[in-house]
């Protein structure tokens, strides 16, 4: 069982929106924080967005103003609301899980591709 699958990626032209939704399986559980990170072609995978259990969201700094996170605990999923899409924001984007007991868990990942 994939513990992680996401969705919603695709291709898109610059200053387009795209919203990720990502559903963790029945063998997570105590989840404490799901989030994004992606990896542009040739790049290590960065933070893009994370939330808590308790709603605290962080965001990397070139996504603010531009990416939304939310979250649904009773479901197990997580969103990612991306608007004004930029080339550099090109890539594979990762869901991902940490729970209480601190395990790490993570999607096989969507792409997203933004032309100009």
């Known amino acids: 069982q994939v513990p992680l699958v996401e969705s919603g990626g695709g291709l898109v032209q610059v200053g387009g929106s795209l919203t990720l939704s990502c559903v963790a399986s029945t063998m997570i559980f105590s989840i404490s924080e799901m989030g994004w990170y992606r990896q542009a072609p040739g790049e290590e995978r960065e933070l893009v967005a994370t939330?808590?259990?308790?709603?605290?969201?962080l965001y990397a700094d070139p996504v603010k103003g531009r990416f939304t996170i939310s979250g649904d605990d009773a479901k197990k999923m997580v969103y990612l609301q991306m608007n004004s899409l930029k080339p550099e924001d090109t890539g594979v984007y990762y869901c991902?899980?940490?729970?209480?007991?601190?395990?790490?868990?993570w999607g096989k990942g969507t792409l997203v591709t933004v032309s100009s």
């Open positions: 939330i808590t259990s308790g709603g605290n969201k």
């Open positions: 991902h899980t940490h729970t209480y007991a601190g395990a790490n868990s």
